[in-house]
């Protein structure tokens, strides 16, 4: 469900100065007679089509695996040979190149490197590739039109056009000077001339429009020295053991200071990659590994009886949620998702401990010591095991283990006594105590782990009560918001502030509704003594679009501040509906029956709707009268008269917060769409299609009872257009299934 109308986007980024080209040189040919004549000159717009698909953008990374920089390459061998500067690549780095289709791929081998000159060859993988034609640089002459396409600043194959100012000897090496834009980026970027062969490398940025590119007769030369080092050999700097790993589906992984790191997407779909352990797997197992993911968006864990390809089950954090699924195969449509589960002993952002425990058929999966799921499933019964990751986040691996039966890092009882004891006595603000050091010192070895299972423990009981607060929070604020929304003479103003002290639970509402109380006198003051209404809508839509300058959101629509009242009104910008509640809201406080009119894909404001002397307002576009027909160009749709029937505060709440569900929904807040959902509910309880959504959203986390719930109602309400036979089908299932928990759940008799 789209915001109340599409956005105008806004304009891609462009990196195309224009340079004051000197008039190209008519140079006389020489040995006309024994060459043939040139190509014709192409259009520059010719050239940047025919030439981007040959060019890439080329990531690096730096000793600690983080990414570095970016440049750019091109292709020039059908067969995956890719040309760019040496610095671009680094010293041993990791690197990733990205086709202009889209694909990033790593490098297979270094096929060549020149160091003086500034010049590299890859191998990539891939074949009948698009590749660039090389001219010869030295018949380069000054004033010669050039263009080059690169990734400046990112802004990923950007053209620029300019002239060879000269070719010159720096620093020991013959190079062309060019006067074009080049910035970070640009680095390796083909200067191509006005036939469309490369005739350089940008590589040295010198001013605002100067700079030295690598003449492509040097990379000729290099192209006749390959000698390939597979990647393997070429990385050092934080290179997998290969002897301890590997990882059959390409991706990203470094292995540095006891850790292993996944970066970026892998090649499978959904971005899936694997790392599976040299190690023996006993037939029954217990595997074990710490995983910190950078951003709970991603997902990364443990993986086992793999076979080596695309077959394997996976336990991993995912959106915050716990997840079991088996892998059949390399798309979606041979995935299982055994059980998604949500539990307060995972800590987001920290180190998790995952564990699986594997006998026969039965799978018993455990996050930071709690079991958490615990199924019988046999799709595979054998395999290897190690490590999975998906999607762009990345994630952090250590402490990978794996045994018939793992040791539980034990304790002694009498040091954890100790140190419980040191704890307890330690004064709120007693600061870095050398005597309590001296004290936990003498504990010996295990003191630390012991603190920091302590920290851990302090630490879930804060997350869950940072949860509580927030819920408790929110029940209050939705229990108000049905208060006012419902009542006879409800208030749009606080009805919208409301939904704005969903999110922020610091939101003074008072406040914002004597802000909006101000505003209304200011206007009421300049009033005549007896004003009509009209005078009453001309002075107000003056005071609120030119004076105070309340204006339309179109650089950042898809914003939850355009969807916040008090941001709105902090910030004079907002979505139709949002400045309607602004501008309804001062109408009524200065006597105006106005009403909000929710047509589709648009908010505006109705005076005597459906009346003689009806007037449209679209505080969207500056506070401008329109007619219907106009309403209906603003719409994208033919209205009818139904269209026009006036929102109820209820409605208008509603229609809020399924905006800032699907913000919710673009950013991947499944906790934001949960409470937007929840709270559309509670407004309106009998949206069939919400409660729909509702039910997907349940089941996606992982919430059975939830998910029982809203079938539970479908199925007695019978929606058209619902498969209620399914629906049964499913009931019947989560009826099974919660039984199953509950029954481990209980107590032993």
């Not at 793999?306 to 995935?335: C, E, I, K, M, Q």
């Not at 986390?701 to 929606?719: A, I, Y």
Request: aromatic share 6%.
């Amino acid at each position: 469900m789209n915001i109340e109308k599409n956005a105008s986007r806004e304009p891609a980024a462009r990196t195309c100065a224009v340079v004051s080209l000197l008039s190209l040189l008519s140079l006389p040919l020489l040995h006309a007679a024994a060459e043939d004549p040139p190509p014709a000159p192409r259009t520059p717009e010719e050239i940047a089509r025919d030439s981007r698909a040959a060019v890439v953008v080329i990531s690096s990374a730096d000793r600690q695996g983080e990414a570095r920089g970016i440049g750019t390459g091109f292709v020039v061998a059908s067969d995956g040979v890719v040309a760019t500067n040496y610095h671009v690549i680094g010293d041993r780095r990791p690197v990733v190149v990205q086709l202009s289709g889209g694909d990033s791929v790593e490098p297979t081998a270094i096929l060549a490197v020149d160091r003086l000159r500034d010049l590299a060859l890859l191998r990539i993988p891939g074949k009948d590739l698009p590749a660039l034609e090389l001219g010869d640089s030295d018949r380069l002459a000054p004033g010669q039109e050039v263009l080059s396409i690169g990734n400046p600043l990112g802004l990923e194959w950007s053209v620029a056009r300019g002239v060879v100012a000269e070719t010159r000897d720096l620093d020991g090496r013959r190079l062309v000077q060019v006067a074009m834009p080049i910035e970070p980026g640009s680095s390796g970027s083909p200067v191509i001339d006005r036939q469309g062969r490369v005739v350089g490398l940008l590589a040295i940025k010198s001013g605002d429009a100067l700079g030295f590119a690598v003449p492509v007769n040097d990379l000729r030369d290099l192209m006749t020295r390959q000698r390939a080092v597979p990647m393997s050999r070429w990385l050092t700097i934080g290179a997998l053991d290969r002897s301890e790993w590997e990882t059959p589906l390409g991706g990203h992984w470094r292995q540095r200071a006891g850790k292993l790191k996944a970066t970026g997407r892998g090649p499978g779909f959904g971005g899936r990659t694997l790392c599976l352990s040299s190690r023996e797997v006993p037939e029954a197992f217990e595997l074990e590994v710490e995983v910190r993911l950078e951003d709970e968006s991603g997902a990364a864990g443990l993986a086992f009886h793999a076979d080596g390809r695309h077959n394997h089950y996976g336990f991993y954090p995912t959106a915050g949620s716990l997840r079991l699924t088996r892998f059949a195969g390399p798309d979606v449509l041979g995935w299982t998702i055994l059980e998604t589960v949500q539990s307060d002993a995972y800590l987001r952002g920290e180190w998790n401990r995952l564990r699986v425990r594997v006998r026969d058929r039965r799978l018993t999966c455990a996050v930071n010591g709690e079991v958490v799921i615990d199924v019988e499933d046999d799709g595979f019964t054998s395999g290897r095991v190690g490590l999975v990751k998906f999607r762009e986040p990345a994630a952090e691996f250590r402490r990978f283990r794996v045994a018939r039966e793992l040791e539980e890092p034990g304790i002694p009882d009498e040091v954890v006594a100790a140190v419980d004891e040191v704890v307890a006595a330690i004064a709120p603000d007693s600061g870095d105590d050398a005597e309590l050091l001296e004290r936990l010192a003498a504990l010996g070895a295990e003191t630390s782990r012991v603190l920091l299972e302590r920290a851990v423990r302090a630490e879930n009981t804060a997350a869950r009560l940072r949860v509580l607060a927030r819920r408790v929070h929110e029940r209050i604020v939705l229990a108000e918001l049905e208060r006012v929304a419902s009542s006879d003479d409800a208030d749009p103003v606080h009805a919208a502030l409301l939904v704005s002290k969903l999110d922020n639970e610091d939101l003074d509402v008072a406040a914002y509704l004597a802000r909006i109380d101000r505003m209304a006198a200011v206007v009421e003051r300049r009033l005549a003594e007896d004003p009509s209404d009209e005078q009453r809508l001309e002075v107000l839509i003056a005071y609120l679009f030119e004076e105070l300058g309340f204006h339309a959101s179109h650089l950042g629509y898809y914003q939850r501040a355009n969807s916040y009242l008090n941001e709105v009104l902090e910030d004079r910008e907002g979505i139709p509906i949002t400045l309607s509640v602004v501008f309804t809201g001062l109408g009524r406080r200065l006597g105006l029956d106005l009403v909000g009119l929710g047509i589709p894909r648009h908010f505006i404001v109705g005076y005597r709707v459906g009346q003689e002397g009806e007037r449209l307002i679209d505080p969207y576009n500056d506070g401008a009268i329109v007619d219907r027909e106009r309403a209906a160009e603003l719409s994208g749709t033919p209205l009818r008269d139904e269209d026009f029937k006036p929102a109820t505060v209820s409605s208008i709440v509603a229609r809020m917060l399924r905006n800032l569900f699907t913000v919710a929904e673009r950013e991947q807040d499944r906790d934001g769409m949960a409470r937007y959902i929840d709270a559309v509910l509670a407004i309106e309880p009998e949206a069939t299609f919400d409660r729909w959504r509702r039910a997907r959203l349940r089941f996606q986390t992982g919430d059975l009872e939830g998910l029982s719930e809203d079938v539970d109602w479908l199925l007695e309400r019978k929606p058209p257009g619902i498969d209620l036979e399914t629906l049964r089908d499913i009931s019947e299932f989560l009826k099974l299934r919660l039984d199953e928990r509950r029954e481990k759940d209980a107590p032993p008799r």
